[in-house]
């Protein structure tokens, strides 16, 4: 077996065993070391001798093991001891069969593409003087907006707006998941995009109700029969071709076919009774999370089952409080069951990011155990990417010293000093740093940015983000990014502060004016990208294109003598372009052991000098220019003599061009 042979054995052992971390395993307190090693997947023998350098040697393999060792021989391989403390009441009810339940308020999204209606849909829907559409920066949906609109019957409705937006498609996702019926909205002269297809495989993959709002037929260039046929293609099963997603042709500017919507929405709720249970404790769905002056942070989510209440104890993400207050589309409630939106603040802060799962729990002890449970997931998550990163950068490292070694091995060069040379040269390349803290209005606009500058290059320069989070800027985020001018070896280049949706404060205004960071805000989100794409873009050292200018061949040299220094003219014609005092040259001198046959043209000569040109004489005279078909003496910088007749001269110009950083999209 060859040496890159082996070494992909056995990197692909290592990779057997990283995907074994991160598993949960649900232990009791009669698990032997024996038992525990056919959970965790390695051989007896291998527990034994950790326990044996911890003086924790068990009798045999058949010992019980107390928790404590558990825990620590879980850990030991990254896995998560499950104990039983999860709310039993809960997963009873939750997998119970349907039983005669209430009906909950359906819960709506709207979807699809930028530009495509879903706002102005949403407004009609309203049935408001007030329209969302006026209020959007740009014309565009950049977060998650809720209503309670009223169907055809008078019922309740959860109305969900979401970002068209390609940098939202994390919101997009969830959008769909936690949405009982998803309206896709379609503009008839523009069909499906980019962003359609993306929602239609969410929609697919999820198994999600869906009514298809085919908008924009009041414009002259409308073909619905291209949208239903691209539909189609992308896997909607649409009532027209027998399947089951009804098609309402709308136009929400002026209000036609509204109603056939919302009939929709009420013929699909009645047909697949949507209903939940609205006894025992409440779980929520996160949507979005933000803070709000005067009143902190606050925590939109909807009640998925169970009924929500004030001074209910929650638990979400591995933090705990108790509900202090709670809003309904502005209305201080007391309680709030499954289907309703309801805006939350706790008595003490509760760090939610969109999509975690809020749970309430009976008391504080039930509490605590859940966010033990949840630290024990969230170390062995971490330990699991940490592991895979150190895996992958050894792995990464391995490969590049063997192609090293092999390089050096077939230019017959000393391997151990070809490796540091090429350690050094990579060491010079080194990419610099831009610190880079982010300020916005919510977590999901956050996580968009941050997916956005995933898709940013790191090989010369790369974003460093010291810090990010919600809320306005801070005199203390600029002090972050802020350069250490004391430090000599400091590569970082100077730092940035962007807000998104945000203000500076006051105070930071003033910590900006003597500061020597970036500080830039804004309101819509293609406008940042392109900033930070335009700053990054004038970091970077311009593109150079060198150009032939003029070509000559020397034909005689001529020894010359000037304050006691001995020195060649190089005799030359002129066989193109124009040759000036000043330029750019290079002397090429033909190759001996080229080859017509097997050496490509550009390889024919070799550069043997390169400098400029100090001084031109046609005949006697000194001049400042000579032009294709003459003749003229040249005297090079340096006073460079080691020339022959027959070599060429090629002046050169040297055209500087600036780069883009990203020309892709977020």
């Known amino acids: 077996m060859t040496a890159e042979g082996a070494y992909e054995k056995e990197r692909r052992r ?146 969900f707006d979401t970002p068209g937006h390609a940098a939202f498609d994390q919101i997009r996702e969830r959008g769909v998941s936690y949405a009982d019926i998803v309206i896709l909205v379609v503009a008839a002269d523009k069909g499906v995009g980019p962003q359609t297809e993306e929602i239609i495989d969410y929609i697919v993959s999820k198994k999600v109700k869906c009514i298809v709002a085919v908008n924009k037929m009041d414009k002259p260039g409308a073909k619905p029969k291209k949208v239903l046929k691209q539909l189609t293609e992308h896997g909607l099963s649409l009532e027209q071709d027998g399947g089951d997603i009804p098609v309402a042709y709308i136009s929400a500017l002026t209000g036609d076919g509204i109603s056939e919507v919302l009939e929709y929405v009420q013929v699909l709720n009645e047909l697949y009774e949507l209903k939940a249970d609205i006894n025992g404790p409440a779980d929520v769905r996160v949507v979005e999370s933000n803070v709000v002056p005067f009143k902190g942070r606050i925590v939109l989510g909807i009640v998925s089952i169970g009924t929500l209440k004030v001074g209910d104890i929650v638990v979400c993400g591995t933090d705990t409080a108790k509900i202090k207050h709670m809003y309904v589309q502005g209305k201080k409630v007391k309680k709030a ?65 063997l192609r090293d070694r092999i ?71 600029i002090k972050y990014v802020t350069p250490d001018t004391s430090d000599p070896d400091n590569v970082e280049l100077r730092g940035v502060v962007v807000g998104f949706n945000v203000d500076v404060q006051p105070s930071a205004n003033k910590t900006k004016e003597i500061s020597s960071c970036d500080v830039k805000t804004f309101k819509i989100i293609y ?84 400098g400029k040109i100090r001084q031109l004489r046609e005949f006697k005279d000194s001049v400042r220019k000579v032009h294709a078909g003459k003749e003229c003496g040249i005297m090079f910088t340096s006073l460079f003599s080691d020339f022959r007749k027959g070599d060429r001269i090629v002046a050169i110009k040297r055209d500087y061009h600036p780069r883009t950083y990203f020309s892709g999209s977020p």
């Open 527 to 610: 406008e940042l990208f392109d900033w930070l794409n335009e700053m990054m873009s004038s970091k970077l050292p311009p593109t150079e294109e060198v150009r032939s200018v003029a070509e000559l061949t020397i034909k005689e040299s001529f020894p010359t003598k000037r304050n006691k220094v001995s020195f060649n003219i190089a005799g030359c014609y002129v066989e193109q372009g124009t040759i000036s005092i000043g330029s750019d040259v290079r002397v090429l001198r033909e190759r001996k052991d080229f080859d017509e046959d097997e050496d490509d043209e550009e390889d024919q000569y070799e550069v043997v000098w390169e």
């Open 337 to 401: 069951y499954p289907g309703q939106c309801v805006e939350i603040t706790t008595t003490s802060e509760l760090l939610c990011k969109p999509g975690d799962d809020m749970r309430v729990c009976k008391n504080n002890k039930e509490a605590s155990d859940a966010i033990e449970y949840r630290y024990k997931v969230k170390n062995a998550q971490i330990q699991k990417e940490r592991a895979k990163k150190v895996a992958d950068l050894k792995y990464e490292n391995e490969k590049r010293e």
């Open 14 to 159: 290592e990779q057997k065993l990283l995907s074994l971390v991160g598993t949960p395993i649900h232990v009791n307190e009669a698990i032997t070391s024996k038992s525990l090693a056919n959970m965790l997947g390695v051989p007896t023998v291998f527990l034994i001798k950790i326990l044996m350098k911890k003086n924790l040697t068990p009798k045999s393999s058949e010992t019980v093991l107390d928790r404590e060792l558990i825990d620590f021989l879980c850990e030991e391989y990254g896995r998560i001891p499950v104990w039983d403390f999860v709310n039993t009441d809960r997963m009873a009810r939750e997998h119970e069969e349907e039983g005669d339940f209430p009906p909950k308020i359906p819960v709506i999204t709207i979807m699809g593409h930028v530009n495509h209606g879903k706002t102005t849909l949403l407004d009609q829907l309203r049935n408001k003087s007030d329209k969302i559409v006026d209020t959007e920066a740009g014309g565009i949906t950049q977060k998650v907006s809720n209503f309670t609109v009223k169907d055809e019957n008078g019922s309740e409705l959860t109305v």
């Open 407 to 477: 390089e050096a091995i077939d230019k017959g060069l000393d391997e151990d000093s070809y490796l540091k040379e090429k350690e050094d040269e990579r060491e010079g390349k080194e990419a610099k740093t831009v610190p880079l803290v982010i300020k916005v209005d919510t977590f999901g606009s956050l996580e968009a940015i941050t997916d956005m500058l995933d898709h940013f290059p790191d090989d010369e320069i790369k974003y460093k983000i010291i810090s990010q989070g919600v809320g306005d800027i801070s005199p203390t985020d």
